[in-house]
């Protein structure tokens, strides 16, 4: 597994929206969510600058939010996932 500083660098948006996350929640709860996606509950996934991490919703999920290269971003509603 990659080390916390080397994701940072490689993912900063994403690196910046945790951090925001953990300031509005609290790092007990985020951190715990992002552990569990790490560990293969659908929880949290993250993908930016070509690097993944952490397990992707395979179902239920309506929307996901995506970055542009301006960094901006855009909700993109999903496939039906559902049966």
Same mark, same amino acid.
């Given at each position: 597994?990659?080390?916390?500083?080397?994701?940072?660098?490689?993912?900063?948006?994403?690196?910046? /929206?945790?951090?925001?996350?953990?300031?509005?929640?609290?790092?007990?709860?985020?951190?715990?969510?992002?552990?569990?996606?790490?560990?293969?509950?659908?929880?949290?996934?993250?993908?930016?600058?070509?690097?993944?991490?952490?397990?992707?919703?395979?179902?239920?999920?309506?929307?996901?939010?995506? /970055?542009?290269?301006?960094?901006?971003?855009?909700?993109?509603?999903?496939?039906?996932?559902?049966?």
């Amino acid at each position: 597994m990659k080390k916390k500083k080397q994701l940072r660098d490689e993912m900063p948006t994403i690196a910046a /929206w945790i951090d925001a996350m953990v300031e509005a929640f609290g790092k007990e709860e985020i951190h715990g969510q992002i552990r569990q996606g790490l560990t293969g509950a659908p929880t949290f996934f993250a993908s930016e600058n070509g690097h993944m991490v952490g397990t992707p919703v395979t179902t239920g999920a309506r929307y996901r939010v995506i /970055w542009d290269q301006q960094d901006r971003a855009s909700i993109d509603e999903m496939e039906d996932r559902h049966g």
